[in-house]
């Protein structure tokens, strides 16, 4: 059973331009939330995806923008990118049903450096 | 707004002491807790969670923790730590909002062990 799937695992981007991450959520799961891990901070969330919709949003810009497709797997984009967006992007996916059990599963995360 | 403090952005251990790691929530209704560890260059694995019921909570590779609702903590503990146990470990809260669910993190601590 795969767990959560996240690509591409590093990538450069200059600023300016424009990011798409993605995440394929664990089998079953049909939430997937996204979070911004800076160097030596602990993650921060983006927001949450559920039935394709935006359910919540963290304190972040409209530059962050995202989607999920009707098989779950869900987009992170980023536009106008800053230094500051450099970090760990990190996907967690969850079933609406049961994630106050489990906190969600984590993928292993995207390595986004921006300069 | 809930939130999560970790005490000790590091701590430093000799390999077959006490692990303690320290984590107090804010809320005055107790959310559901979770530690997670994350190596490097990886994503978040979950160690243990504190849903309801017992108090004591035991998880993965030998760590526990106990959930004081007086104190507003949930420490991580291990009686004998190993080499293989340094990494970051981040507390995490669950905060509910009518159906929504993300995760609130502390800033993390890097548990070194020397031998």
Redesign the interface.
């Known amino acids: 059973d795969a767990g959560v799937t996240q690509s591409p695992t590093h990538l450069i981007k200059t600023r300016g331009q424009q990011v798409t991450l993605r995440c394929s959520p664990k089998s079953g799961h049909d939430t997937v939330s996204w979070y911004q891990q800076a160097l030596g901070q602990g993650p921060q969330f983006i927001f949450q995806y559920y039935e394709e919709e935006e359910r919540q949003r963290g304190n972040f810009p409209d530059r962050f923008s995202g989607h999920q497709f009707p098989n779950y797997s869900s987009e992170l984009n980023v536009n106008a990118l800053l230094l500051g967006d450099s970090a760990l992007y990190l996907c967690a996916s969850s079933s609406a049903v049961s994630q106050h059990a489990t906190g969600g599963t984590f993928g292993s995360g995207t390595r986004l450096t921006v300069v | 707004a809930q939130s999560?403090t970790q005490l000790g952005s590091h701590v430093s251990v000799s390999e077959g002491a006490l692990v303690l790691l320290r984590c107090n929530y804010s809320s005055s209704v107790p959310p559901?807790l979770?530690w997670?560890v994350q190596y490097p260059?990886?994503?978040?694995?979950?160690l243990l969670?504190y849903?309801t019921g017992a108090t004591l909570v035991k998880g993965i590779n030998g760590f526990e923790a106990e959930f004081k609702k007086s104190e507003t903590s949930f420490h991580l503990t291990k009686p004998s730590a190993h080499m293989s146990d340094a990494a970051e470990y981040?507390c995490?809260a669950?905060e509910?909002?009518t159906g929504?669910?993300?995760?609130?993190?502390?800033?993390?601590t890097r548990l070194l062990v020397s031998p």
């Open positions: 999560v559901y979770f997670y260059n990886q994503g978040l694995q979950l969670k849903t981040f995490a669950l509910a909002n929504f669910q993300k995760l609130v993190f502390g800033t993390g």
